[in-house]
C-alpha cells in the first residue's frame, strides 16, 4: 500500500513539473512569507485534465475511513473550489448508485465581508460531514476560516486535504489533514527574514 501511495506521488510531482505549474525561484506568496517553490493554481487550473487527474490522485492518498464519511466536498474560490468540485464527482464516481450524492460548496470572497458561505451553501452544509479542499496549504488560515464557515452552517469538517503542504501550517484545526505532495517548511521564511532578499535575489515573476 505504502509503495503505491508512493508512485502515485511520484507521478503527481512529475504532472505538476511538466506542466509547469510546480516552479523554482524566489517567491513572494502574498502572505508574508517568501520561499523557493510555488504551486501556480492558475496554470493549473489552465488544463482540467491535468485538475482532475491530480484530484484522482489526492483521493488515491486519501484514507479510506476519511473517504467513505465524506458527505460534502468545500473549497475557498478559486483553486480550491474547483478541485473541491471535481473530488465531489469523483468521489460519486467511486461509490455505489444507491449512495447519497456528495455535496459541493464553495467558499467565496467578498470585498467587504472576505471570505463567506452564501446562504444556498449554508443549507445543503447542514448536518454534514465535510472534507475541507485547497489547492495549496500555506499557513492554514484560509482553511481555519473556511471551517468556521462550515461549523456556523451546521457542517462538521472531519478532515483537510491539498495537493501541495508547505509545511508551514500555524493554524491546526485538530483533523486529519491529508496532501498529495508536501514542501520542507525550512526553506520557508518571512520576508523579513529571507536569506534570498538578503542575497538580493530578485523575486520570480510569471
Known sequence: MTHRIDDVRRRAQRILQDANVLLEGHF?????????????PHMLFCHPATIWQLAQDL???LPYEIATNVQAVVGPSTGG???????????????DLAHPPTVFAPVQHDAEEGLRLRSTYRRVLAGKKVLLVDD???????????????????????????IYDRMASVVSLDVPNVALLEYDARDINTSTTCPLCAAGVPLTSF
Open 136 to 162: 495549496v496549504r500555506n499557513t492554514g488560515k484560509t482553511l481555519a476560516h473556511c471551517a468556521e464557515l462550515v461549523r456556523k452552517a451546521g457542517g462538521e469538517v472531519i478532515a483537510t486535504a491539498q
Open 81 to 95: 473550489a474547483l478541485l473541491a468540485h471535481t473530488i465531489a464527482g469523483l468521489l460519486d464516481g467511486r461509490r
Open 28 to 40: 513572494d506568496f502574498g502572505n508574508g512569507y517568501h520561499g523557493r517553490t510555488y504551486l501556480n
Open 59 to 61: 483521493l488515491d492518498v
